[in-house]
Nanobody, 123 residues
Framework: QVQLVESGGGLVQAGGSLRLSCAAS????????MGWFRQAPGKEREFVAR????????YYTDSVKGRFTISRDNAKNTVTLQMDNLKPEDTAVYYC????????????????WGKGTLVTVSS
């Protein structure tokens, strides 16, 4: 089994930055694709970014392209989401996810999730 723990959330003013981290344990970290999702109040959980287990491919939802960067450090068993130029609409609980595949499967098929970290962006 895989355990995921997110950290780094907080309150930031619009235009500011935050760096989220996800620490993974339980299985060989380097063999798992990783990703970030978020869920705003009253909204469905949505995909934000993902990275292959090899780290050679990343993908972002359109609303965060050019502002967010996902990366991984297999030696430290961590995945990071660097969030720059934050906007109020980025306010949400951010979740780390993992899958024992080269890349993440569809959201409903992803087997491992963290418990989330809250990001609040003020106007």
């Amino acid at each position: 089994q895989v355990q995921l723990v997110e950290s780094g959330g907080g309150l930031v003013q619009a235009g500011g930055s935050l760096r989220l981290s996800c620490a993974a344990s339980g299985r060989t970290f380097s063999n798992y694709a990783m990703g970030w999702f978020r869920q705003a109040p009253g909204k469905e959980r949505e995909f934000v970014a993902r990275i292959r287990w090899s780290g050679d491919y990343t993908y972002y939802t359109d609303s965060v392209k050019g502002r967010f960067t996902i990366s991984r450090d297999n030696a430290k068993n961590t995945v990071t989401l660097q969030m720059d130029n934050l906007k109020p609409e980025d306010t949400a609980v951010y979740y780390c996810a993992a899958d024992s595949r080269l890349d993440l499967r569809v959201t409903g098929a992803i087997p491992y999730w963290g418990k989330g970290t809250l990001v609040t962006v003020s106007s």
